[in-house]
């Protein structure tokens, strides 16, 4: 079809920034393509996992066996906990859970609780004062040392003595008055109400004395001005709030989300106090193992010795892990065991992760939504409108490390119950790293092994998700992942797919009769007898060249089996199929409306048979049979308008 009808101009975002005539042109982001069984055929999808919670799952069953480590026996009540306790639990900055095993096995908080009163002191008392207090630099030693500077500050707010200086610098004079802010503010982090496990706190207040022996030491140096008995005691009762490791998670997910709590939108903490926090917990809170730590893992985390450990990735994501034994250093076993872990499988070290951007889907909708650009009969239009919602479509942008790949991968899941096929373009990721092409190939493969037909696009310029077959699981099924640059013509063959499925597909194999021709509708069976001996037979070879742009046009052509593609050369030397015209439809009837060369090339996709209505019988017609050319143009003016409102609401639903 002519595309000098139209003067609008528009262009093709999500692939190339393309100025074309003719049908406001949507963004369309490439589909699925090869053989696919009809939608009553398929079984009953299977829950479909994420990779991430696979591979929690993997490590809880690689580590649930470690015995290397001792339960804290220095309080005695901590000595209760079953050495088999472990849970893993990863929560991203906006929320999204991955857990497995005792997750939901409460324990006390213990020195992971310091961190958080840090930055409550901050709140309260203002930096320039804690830095007077308290100090930040790492002491090297374990966890209970007495490290003061040679002013009498405690070296950092993770070791006990500047902790119990944290606590102090809290608002309150009384232990009640500190210990409600405590439980205030640890209650926004996890999202719910938290309480104090009044055995562990009298266990932990009975066998204080090196405590007691380092606060008085604090009230001997200033750090403390009056009686430390009160701070102390709150110092007590903070470390015995009890947590779980989700709750330590959502911890870890707010310190990520740059203080609010990911699903309550609650903020725990200024903005301001974020980067002190966590450089702290970076440099200090693994004690004398923090340097190892950072080296080898590389995210600001606090350990307890109640067995839990929490990692902190900023703008990404947080790792908790609780496993009572702990190792020489005071730190949980499996926990160091596990993070390690995942840093390294999933790229987490801080100084290798780029920030990434929180829109990474920068666009989705439906094939309910958008269509390629093959005209199709009303029927196909109506079924493709009811049923298009199970194709979904999802363009991809930014620089994508792991955070921004699990969260596409849990869009994908989340709607794979209810989809036929998904669509992603890539065409706006400049970079992507090893670790997030591989959960891209991951997932894909485990939702093509579920049934679903999945298709990438645009994907050349990102080498590792591109050199598929180097990652891909060795059980991954090709047929049903694809990987395809024409992104119009996979769209097209998806729509086709998808209309087989429910058995209404009109196939451009099978031939139309001419009174089933949209250019032929309301004519009545005697019209159709006298206009028949006017039209030509014309027929052509897959590949052949009907209608050349800028030649002048002599004649329209109506087809009655094959199909053809109106084909645009861009200033770049690449092409853009503009249309695809199948059984039924007319093309070329634009240049003999308004006399002009033909304004793009129409190339035969398979083996054409046509009617062809020449210039001259079309306007013989208007003067010897004007009824029947009235009804012939008011069928090409219906048809056109029927497709540019089409375009109209897709480039409306492509900016929603």
Known sequence: MELAVFERVDRLQSFRHVAVRGFWNVRIFALFLLRMRPLSSIPAKMPISSPIQTFLEQLHNQYKGLREGKVASYIPDLMKADPDWFGICVVTFDGQVYEVGDTRQPFTIQ????????????????????????????????????????????????????????????????????????????????????????????????????????????????????????????????????????????????????????????????????????????????????GE??????????????????????????????????????????????????????NLHLFNSVMPSRSVIRHRCTAAQVSSNRSRPAEEIALLNKYGQSIHLIEVQGQVTFGPAERVIRELIACADSAFAMILDFSRVPQMDAVASQIFLESLAALAEKGLWIHVTRSHHLPELSCKSQLMPSNTPSVRLCWEEDADRALEFCENRLLESLGNRHCSSLAVSMENCELFENLSPDELKLLSPMLSTRSFAAGDVIFEEGQAASEMLIILQGKVSVILTLPNGFTYRVNTCTPGMTFGEMGLLDRSPRSATVRADTSILALSLSAEVFEALLNEHPLIYAKLLGNISRHLAIRLRKRNAEVINSHL
Not at 118 to 126: F, K, P
Not at 311 to 328: H, K, N, Y
Request: negative net charge.
């Open 293 to 346: 730590w950072l080296y080898s893992v590389g995210m600001p985390a606090k350990s307890g010795v109640g067995g839990g450990i929490l990692a902190v990735l900023p703008g990404q994501l947080a790792v908790a892990v609780f496993s009572p034994p702990l190792d020489e250093r005071g730190n949980s076993a499996r926990g160091i065991a596990v993070c390690r872990e995942l840093s390294t499988r999933y």
């Open 111 to 290: 020195s992971i609780s310091k961190p958080l009163a840090y930055g409550i002191a901050l709140e309260d008392s203002g930096n320039e004062k804690v830095l007077s207090k308290i100090w930040m630099e790492p002491s090297g030693e374990a966890f209970n040392s007495i490290s003061l500077d040679p002013s009498g500050r405690p070296l950092n707010p993770m070791i006990n003595a500047g902790a119990i200086a944290t606590t102090g610098l809290i608002r309150g004079h009384t232990t009640e008055q500190k210990v409600q802010r405590i439980l205030e503010v640890f209650s926004d982090y996890v999202g719910h109400e938290l309480e104090i496990d009044e055995s562990v706190c009298r266990s932990e207040s009975e066998t204080g004395h090196r405590n007691r022996a380092i606060a008085y030491m604090l009230r001997n140096f200033d750090v403390f001005t009056d009686d430390p008995m009160p701070s102390l005691e709150a110092y007590f009762k903070q470390c015995s709030i009890l947590i779980h490791c989700r709750d330590l998670a959502f911890i870890g997910a707010t310190l990520a989300n740059d203080g609010v709590h990911p699903i309550t939108a609650r903020r725990a903490v200024g903005s301001a106090h974020i980067e002190s926090m966590l450089s702290v917990m970076a440099s200090c809170g693994m004690y004398d193992a923090a």
